[in-house]
């Protein structure tokens, strides 16, 4: 890849399964993706960046309080098709759990780790 040439990244993997124990007692009723950071969710926020920079599909991985997430979010947000899987076993793993239980819509990745999610099919345009 060229300076001039721009990245296509088509899809992103976003961890937010987790419980968020260090943000109690927010966590305790809402994920914490969804906790607000001057106003906006987390995920939201992360959503609309994603969005901006051209992703046109967002896997969720989701677990504690998984139903306040596809509430929020659904099946669309923005441009992008959102598509989830669920850790049953949130509480007692970790994102690498996560991220195994995604494996299926892996390819080439982009890792970015705060926030945790991946971008997925990495390649540049000639």
């Given amino acids: 890849m060229t300076l001039d040439s721009t990245p296509t990244l088509p899809k992103a ?13 927010f966590t305790d009723t809402m994920p ?9 969710p987390i995920l939201v926020n ?4 994603l969005s901006a920079a051209g992703i046109r599909e967002a896997v969720i991985v989701v677990g504690h ?3 306040k997430v596809r509430e929020l979010v659904g ?3 923005q441009d992008m098709t959102i598509t989830y899987v669920e850790s049953t076993e ?3 793993t970790n994102n690498m759990y996560s991220l195994w239980l ?3 819509h892996l390819s080439k990745m982009f890792f970015c780790s705060k926030p945790t999610y991946f971008l997925t099919g990495v390649s540049s345009t000639r």
């Avoid at 993997?13 to 943000?23: F, H, K, P």
């Avoid at 914490?32 to 906006?40: D, E, I």
């Avoid at 992360?46 to 960046?49: G, R, S, V």
């Fill in 32 to 40: 914490k993706c969804l906790v607000p950071v001057n106003g906006t």
């Fill in 65 to 67: 309080h998984k139903a």
């Fill in 13 to 25: 993997i976003i961890l937010a399964a987790g419980s968020g124990t260090r943000l109690r007692p």
């Fill in 90 to 92: 949130y509480s007692s």
């Fill in 102 to 104: 995604a494996r299926e």
């Fill in 75 to 77: 099946s669309r947000f």
């Fill in 46 to 49: 992360a959503l609309t960046h």
